[in-house]
């Protein structure tokens, strides 16, 4: 009988796995340009990258001249796209280069801002969709060295900031608007990409045979980029949507393994390169491509589930999606710097990383409201830096008052909804051991490491446990956001009347 029984399980146990791996092999396609990786890359420079927390975009090119302005009328487009604004000639605004003379450009004194700001990396713009370039490229007259202002600022700005001890990664627009070979970038429809492997990103011959000296042209840059930057850690792409590029799945593989192997560890997010079924970011299988997922932008997910695990950043604008300098920032709502505080640690919380994006003028100025940012952003890193650089996600449910990250013991809770009657009800996780439960054993408030009362909050009916930490006066009177650190313990459910007696 036993025997029978015995034999009954395991003969579902069997069925059971193998319809299961049949299922996942029968869905699996077998893709060559598709994620090269299942799961997080587990090497240094990623581990170092993922422990950034914060970081600094900068985009900065001639589009910082008009800056959203031109003959008296203002765009409400991003400022950055004003070729396209329609209150500009494409002639007009393709010389504009001619006057790009920033003569405040101190790229030591923007790395000290940011350094004091309390940034790990940095993106900055050698080429944005214009085509202009911040380096003075051998491969394209349309360039830096082809201003009044002559020097180098992707050099000036990779030897500044890293002298800060800050990363930086440099962003490339694909889209290139200054290069003859560069198609309309049409973007595709679903009939396309139903029919992706007929469909053709081209009108004639003649554009398909120049796409390919445009395709030469952007790996030479990109070589060009790592050889002449070699502390570069990373290149953000943008722009990646052409059909023409999409199509190209094959080709733009092979050059992102070259590009890897001329620099080893360099990091990759997922906008570089389409699958060759045309999937972007997550490949035909599901699978992330490349080393982060780059979708987050301007937008944050709300729960882990979404980020499926993976890396990811969230890029973001200070006003409503401007990016390069635009005058009139009245246009849209702009955040303040509680706002992108509680953004960032939102992002850390959800194991992200936050980039802030800021956008300087034509001369080379960091415009004054994104100065008190910097400072403002900078005076809460320094007291509370702790709870998001080389953290994750932690093992507390997220709660009404904010948001809690974790390194190793070490639970860090950062309120931004005080509670009314200034004590911080926490929830904590509940044991997998029945006979135990969690206590806070110690909580401390990174502003101010005196006066900390836990008491005992009590239990809800599922059978989770409580504890209120007052919120000290000083703290009280502050009115910002702030951390309070924890460390939890295992105790025995009999223990913890006695333990929590001794706390108050
Ligand atoms: O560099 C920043 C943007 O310029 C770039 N990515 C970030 C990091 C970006 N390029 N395209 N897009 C974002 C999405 C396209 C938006 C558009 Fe529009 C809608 C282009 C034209 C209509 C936004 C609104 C830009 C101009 C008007």
Redo the contacts with the bound molecule.
């Keep these: 009988m036993k025997r029978s029984v015995l034999f009954i399980v395991l003969f579902c146990v069997t069925t059971c796995f193998q319809g299961f791996a049949q299922q996942t092999t029968k869905e699996r396609i077998p893709l060559k340009h598709g994620a090269h990786r299942i799961g997080k890359r587990t090497d240094a420079e990623m581990q170092h990258w993922r422990d950034y927390g914060l970081g600094q975009f900068i985009?900065w090119g001639v589009y910082a001249i008009p800056g959203g302005q031109w003959n008296g009328k203002t765009s409400t487009?991003?400022a950055?796209?004003f070729r396209?604004s329609g209150l500009i000639t494409k002639e007009e605004y393709d010389n504009l280069y001619k006057q790009f003379d920033p003569t405040s450009f101190d790229a030591k004194q923007w790395a000290r801002q940011a350094k004091q700001m309390g940034v790990k990396y940095m993106i900055f713009?050698t080429k944005?969709?214009d085509g202009f370039c911040m380096w003075p490229s051998k491969y394209t007259d349309y360039t830096i060295a082809d201003t009044p202002y002559k020097n180098d600022i992707v050099k000036e700005i990779v030897d500044a900031y890293s002298a800060e001890g800050i990363d930086v990664y440099l962003y490339f627009s694909i889209i290139d608007w200054s290069h003859p070979g560069y198609t309309t970038g049409r973007s595709i429809t679903a009939k396309d990409r139903k029919n992706w492997e007929n469909y053709n990103p081209f009108e004639n011959e003649e554009q398909k045979q120049k796409y390919e000296e445009f395709k030469t042209f952007t790996r030479n840059q990109l070589m060009e980029l790592l050889t002449n930057y070699p502390r570069t850690k990373g290149l953000w792409f943008?722009?990646s949507w052409d059909g023409a590029w999409m199509k190209e799945a094959v080709w733009v593989d092979e050059l992102g393994k070259e590009l890897r192997t001329m620099h080893p560890g360099l990091i990759i997010g997922s906008r570089f390169r389409a699958d060759e079924l045309g999937a972007r970011h997550i490949d035909s299988n599901g699978d992330l491509i490349d080393d982060y997922d780059q979708r987050f932008?301007r937008n944050l997910p709300s729960t882990l589930a979404e980020t499926g695990g993976n890396d990811w950043d969230c890029?973001m604008t200070i006003p409503e999606?401007q990016?390069g300098y635009h005058r009139d920032w009245s246009l849209s709502y702009v955040k303040t710097a509680y706002d992108l505080i509680e953004m960032m640690v939102k992002a850390n919380s959800l194991d992200g990383n936050f980039v802030i994006n800021f956008g300087p003028d034509g001369k080379g100025n960091i415009r004054p409201e994104e100065t008190k940012i910097a400072q403002e952003i900078g005076d809460w890193m320094t007291v509370n830096k702790d709870a998001v650089c080389g953290v994750h996600h932690s093992i507390l449910e997220k709660q009404e008052w904010g948001y809690s990250t974790q390194k190793g013991d070490n639970i860090y809770l950062s309120v931004f909804n005080k509670p009314m009657n200034n004590q911080v009800r926490v929830k904590v996780p509940k044991s997998k051991n029945n006979d135990m439960i969690f206590v806070i054993e110690k909580a401390e408030f990174l502003s101010d490491k005196k006066n900390v009362i836990i008491k005992d909050g009590g239990r809800d009916k599922s059978g989770s446990y409580y504890y209120d930490i007052a919120i000290p006066e000083d703290i009280q009177k502050q009115n910002i956001p702030f951390v309070i650190l924890i460390k939890l313990k295992e105790v025995n459910k009999g223990e913890k009347a006695s333990y929590q007696q001794a706390l108050t």
């Design positions: 985009h487009y991003a950055e796209w396209s713009t944005h969709h943008d722009g932008e890029v999606n990016w």
